[in-house]
């Protein structure tokens, strides 16, 4: 039988490994909160940093009258896209001297968008910040081609509609890319042919809508590995 000083004695070793744990648990759970509590900030931030590039690509379309890019904010970022009859030539990948003198316009603007633009001291000091949490920051420039369900003939220079999507993506983001001076690793391409519509292919309207390449400019803080 334990006695009653040794039965004290283990209740307080109990009580004593207790409060340990609740502690530890405690200073986890303070961490965890303080650590989504600064990615929150960040978030905020690039946010922010997207709205006004939207706000000055917005403007900038609309001044300078540019018809075949619209400019929308999608809560992946913002989306340039280009679906029209005229951006490129009939049966080609190769686009129109329209389309390229807008996406010249765009692209004098790109550089200068707060999402791209991160010289300033202010910029620099919360990227190395976020960096000595072990986040970095990424840029990127996603080019994507899409197509409607129309026949290609496999024997002909386009092959197919996953090779001509491609191809016209390639083909802006090499005017985006040389125009703007922006750094050729933050670009991406991808051509997806006829499988992501936005409408019926069984309608020459909806195949107009299908035939397109969206832009995507978006940011991030991402975890380092």
């Known amino acids: 039988?334990?006695?009653?000083?040794?039965?004290?004695?283990?209740?307080?070793?109990?009580?004593?490994?207790?409060?340990?744990v609740t502690l530890l648990l405690t200073f986890f759970i303070v961490v965890i909160v303080m650590n989504k509590s600064d990615m929150s900030k960040l978030e905020v931030w690039v946010d922010e940093r997207l709205n006004q590039s939207y706000q000055v690509l917005e403007q900038h379309t609309q001044e300078r009258g540019i018809k075949l890019v619209t400019v929308t904010r999608e809560p992946r970022g913002?989306?340039?896209s280009i679906a029209s009859d005229m951006a490129f030539e009939k049966g080609s990948f190769q686009p129109s001297q329209l389309l390229i003198d807008e996406l010249r316009e765009i692209s004098t603007l790109l550089p200068k968008t707060p999402l791209l633009n991160i010289e300033s001291l202010a910029d620099k000091e919360i990227i190395r910040r976020a960096a000595s949490d072990?986040?970095?920051w990424l840029a990127e420039?996603?080019?994507?081609?899409?197509?409607d369900n129309d026949w290609v003939n496999p024997e002909s220079t386009l092959r197919n509609n996953f090779f001509l999507s491609t191809l016209r993506a390639e083909a802006v983001m090499r005017v985006l890319q040389a125009e703007s001076g922006i750094n050729p690793e933050l670009f991406s391409i991808s051509g997806y042919g006829e499988w992501q519509p936005v409408a019926s292919n069984k309608t020459e309207s909806g195949k107009r809508l299908n035939r397109r390449v969206e832009v995507l400019l978006t940011a991030s803080f991402q975890k380092i590995i």
């Open 134 to 136: 072990g986040h970095q």
């Open 141 to 147: 420039v996603s080019v994507q081609g899409h197509s």
């Open 78 to 80: 913002i989306m340039l």
């Open 1 to 20: 039988m334990n006695s009653p000083v040794f039965q004290r004695a283990r209740n307080s070793w109990q009580l004593a490994f207790g409060d340990v």
